[in-house]
């Protein structure tokens, strides 16, 4: 269904059209004086300058025309030309009637569907998963959650780092340690053992003692860079070697995306495109895009007016290695060819942003990226400690996400047991509480920062069940799904929504009526703080709606059920809005 604003834009252009102007003057925004009027157009203005007429008296015709539309309460003009615009209550109970009945809660998906890839997460085989990965698959998962709402037809592909010099480290550090494994001997013809050498807990060690040796020890560092460029080339026992520590970190990746309830639908990385490299390497040379510099292979992406200087995109290395860059492009390719992208959203830290520049600039110049594909750098900034430095452990370590999260949950529960929350709950549910608790605590403190800025991350602020935290929305929707329950035990069931009763409950049903707006917006900026922002303003006005008209305690029928409709409509736009920010609600708390 068509959103209110939509609905009354309509109206409006066509009273413009009536009165000898151009309809685009009668979009209708929300008022930004609510004291005065619910929405207001400005169209008289700058109708004014092109009509070469006083903006008054445009805005007078137009107000005429209005006045005999029978969904105004209220149509006047005000200051130098704004029209004012307030819709009947009836109306208002109507349109909350349409949403109601709508299992989408009146949201339409798109006409056009596309097909696009929402490239986020971005964990590296090998490594262990820290912050900095966070807000990656945060916001990646609610801008994925948010396109496929809208009704495109979405990948999430949490795209691995699986192909670089971390996996020459090691490779070298197992072989120094365990040199007689036969992944070793260049003339071993196999098959190479099924069981992998290492664990999970001996890849969690081995990674920092490689990463430190590689950068102390050129020696060390550059055996390293030698095994990834035989790696890529395809040595054998470097390969299966490589599968293992792929397989072993791939599996404990997956339970820590699991509990963060971050879900992909691919699990590719760099190295599917390994097979695509050579063959788009020799292609570009052929064409002339690719050509040599100081032993490397460049293409060279610099346009006449940029302001600052791009370096070249370096697709291989004198030594043979090829580079991120590399599997990135080769990985546009891939995704245009076999996945059919029509947009590919990459959700990554805003340092790379060079480095995206450099790739859609070689994939656009190259062809190997047509001009209808979309390509977008969706980047996000820092999480910072609260001394405003990138997030550190106490120690002043990199942060394991693991550790991160065990504090979010540990938190969740203090706070629990102060707010006598799921007090009385078995143990079992009350830890499944803490969960749900802990991760909307920190999903909602992410996402409702803008994400191209640095946020600070205060778990005792995110945790409490007060304020803009995600904790208190649940607190808010299970309140609403409570209500709803105890109604029906008295078997009272929600009804048709009546004209609101309060003014409290008019402001909360114009708030339900912004939704579809709201979520454009979000969608169309990639920008989930629109959308967190709204579901705080929503569940603020439900709770002053709660506190105004007492749905339990009311003795008219008519008003009690309609009050319920109001509850469950309140419930459903929680239940719609937080999904799309990565957030479940817990069924009681
Ligand atoms: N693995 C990378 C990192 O940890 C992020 C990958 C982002 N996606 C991409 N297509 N480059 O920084």
Redesign the pocket.
């Known amino acids: 269904m068509q959103s209110l604003t939509q609905k009354l834009t309509d109206i409006v252009r066509e009273a413009f059209v009536q009165s000898g102007y151009e309809a685009e003057y009668g979009t209708i925004a929300l008022s930004n004086r609510p004291d005065l009027a619910q929405f207001q157009c400005n169209g008289a203005l700058p109708a004014a300058k092109v009509y070469g007429r006083n903006p008054r008296e445009i805005g007078q015709q137009v107000v005429e025309k209005l006045q005999s539309a029978d969904i105004f309460a209220d149509v006047s003009l005000a200051g130098p030309g704004f029209i004012n615009l307030t819709v009947t209550d009836a109306y208002l109970a109507e349109f909350m009637n349409e949403m109601a009945a709508d299992e989408r809660a009146g949201i339409e998906s798109v006409s056009q569907p596309r097909r696009v890839v929402v490239?986020y997460g971005?964990?590296?085989v090998a490594k262990p998963m820290h912050v900095?990965?966070l807000r990656?698959g945060i916001i990646g998962e609610s801008i994925k959650r948010i396109f496929q709402f809208m009704g495109d037809d979405v990948l999430g592909d949490v795209?691995?780092?699986d192909w670089g010099t971390q996996m020459g480290q090691v490779i070298l550090e197992i072989k120094q340690r365990q040199p007689e494994l036969p992944y070793f001997d260049a003339n071993y013809t196999g098959p190479y053992p099924e069981e992998s050498p290492i664990t999970l807990a001996d890849l969690e060690e081995i990674y920092p003692a490689a990463s430190k040796q590689y950068k102390s020890d050129p020696a060390y560092a550059e055996a390293a860079r030698q095994i990834t460029a035989e790696l890529q080339n395809g040595r054998p026992g470097y390969r299966a070697l490589w599968q293992h520590i792929h397989d072993i970190s791939v599996a404990g990746l997956k339970v820590d995306y699991d509990n963060l309830d971050i879900h992909f639908d691919l699990w590719m990385g760099e190295s599917d495109v390994q097979n695509r490299i050579d063959p788009m390497i020799e292609k570009l040379e052929e064409e002339g895009y690719a050509v040599r510099s100081e032993g490397a292979l460049v293409v060279d992406i610099s346009e006449e007016d940029d302001k600052k200087e791009m370096p070249p995109l370096i697709l291989r290395k004198s030594d043979g290695g090829v580079l991120?860059g590399t599997t990135?492009l080769a990985?546009i390719d891939q995704r245009v060819q076999e996945l059919k992208a029509e947009l590919i959203l990459?959700v990554?830290?805003h340092r790379?942003r060079q480095?995206?520049e450099q790739v859609f600039r070689a994939a656009y110049k190259t062809g190997v990226a047509p001009q209808s594909l979309g390509l977008e750098h969706n980047y996000f900034g820092t999480m910072n400690g609260k001394d405003g430095k990138p997030f550190k452990t106490r120690e002043g370590g990199v942060m394991k996400l693991k550790d991160l999260i065990a504090l979010v949950h540990e938190a969740a529960l203090q706070r629990m047991d102060e707010s006598h929350v799921a007090e009385e709950f078995e143990e079992a549910e009350r830890q499944e509480v803490a969960n749900r608790v802990g991760l909307a605590a920190l999903k909602y403190a992410d996402l409702m920062n803008q994400r191209t800025k640095d946020y600070t991350f205060d778990l005792d602020r995110f945790a409490s069940f007060e304020g803009r935290t995600g904790p208190y929305l649940l607190y808010t929707a299970v309140r609403a799904h409570s209500i709803l329950r105890k109604a029906a035990e008295q078997s009272l069931l929600p009804g048709e929504i009546l004209p609101p009763a309060a003014e409290a409950e008019r402001t909360l049903l114009l708030l339900f009526a912004q939704l579809t707006d709201v979520l454009q917006q979000t969608y169309e900026t990639r920008m989930p703080n629109h959308l967190a922002e709204y579901v705080y303003n929503l569940a603020n006005e439900f709770n002053r709606f709660y506190n105004t008209c007492h749905i339990l305690r009311e003795e008219d029928a008519a008003q009690q059920a309609s009050w319920l409709g109001v509850t469950q409509l309140f419930l459903k736009i929680m239940e719609i809005t937080l999904h799309l920010l990565g957030i479940t609600i817990p069924e009681r708390m």
């Open positions: 490239d971005g964990a590296n900095g990965h990656a795209h691995l780092g991120y990135d990985t990459y990554v830290d790379q480095h995206f």
